[in-house]
T-cell receptor, first 116, second 113 residues
Framework: GAVVSQHPSWVICKSGTSVKIECRSL??????MFWYRQFPKQSLMLMAT?????????EQGVEKDKFLINHASLTLSTLTVTSAHPEDSSFYIC????????????FGPGTRLTVT | DQQVKQNSPSLSVQEGRISILNCDYT??????FLWYKKYPAEGPTFLIS?????DKNEDGRFTVFLNKSAKHLSLHIVPSQPGDSAVYFC????????????FGTGTRLQVTL
């Protein structure tokens, strides 16, 4: 159990376009999902916390108008990178929290975004 | 400000020997610690965790030790296997921040034959 999927696994887009990444918890309901970004050989940086039915909470320095997060249901959160630029190229990973009392996060396989 | 640090970017260990991965933290509000294993182009996989009220937690070949006074934790893998080769991240959660995790910079473990 505790499987989290992401779609797409990789995407190439042109500068100025928008890209949507989906994160789904397949076998449990997740009231809270998280979006991370990882640069090569660096740590995972938390971008935002997504709560079902409410606005996402963004970390300091993350542009909320650029990285739109929607947590429409207990099994789906989406991250939309708007007006993408080459510096947005990165590995984006989501995680979902399974309500088990110990706040364990289960991670998706990640999405590689390349903006040309 | 890196609140969780893994000072060794890489570690090489022979198969069958013990691997020790270290992690230091600065935030005294951290009360729960986790270790994740990550392969390239994949999401992290949870390995083992420890609460701040304990100093040791063991699960099969994996043992995590916590030294609160030193703000230091370590992950021991014994015996090490070639399949353990991956990047290992420690992560910490602070009291009152629900499940928000702060990750370390990672240590690449290479288990050689």
């Amino acid at each position: 159990g505790a499987v989290v999927s992401q779609h797409p696994s990789w995407v190439i887009c042109k500068s100025g376009t928008s890209v949507k990444i989906e994160c789904r918890s397949l076998d449990f309901q997740a009231t809270t999902m998280f979006w991370y970004r990882q640069f090569p050989k660096q740590s995972l940086m938390l971008m935002a916390t997504s709560n079902e039915g409410s606005k996402a909470t963004y970390e300091q320095g993350v542009e909320k108008d650029k990285f739109l997060i929607n947590h429409a249901s207990l099994t789906l959160s989406t991250l939309t990178v708007t007006s993408a630029h080459p510096e947005d190229s990165s590995f984006y990973i989501c995680s979902a929290e399974r309500p088990s009392g110990v706040y364990e996060q289960y991670f998706g396989p990640g999405t590689r975004l390349t903006v040309t | 400000d890196q609140q969780v640090k893994q000072n060794s970017p890489s570690l090489s260990v022979q198969e069958g020997r013990i691997s020790i991965l270290n992690c230091d933290y600065t935030n005294s509000m951290f009360d729960y610690f986790l270790w994740y294993k990550k392969y390239p182009a994949e999401g992290p996989t949870f390995l083992i965790s420890i609460s701040s009220i304990k100093d040791k937690n063991e699960d099969g070949r994996f043992t995590v030790f916590l030294n609160k006074s030193a703000k230091h934790l370590s992950l021991h893998i014994v015996p090490s296997q070639p399949g353990d080769s991956a990047v290992y991240f420690c992560a910490a959660r602070a009291t009152g921040t629900a499940s928000k995790l702060t990750f370390g910079t990672g240590t690449r473990l290479q288990v050689t034959l």
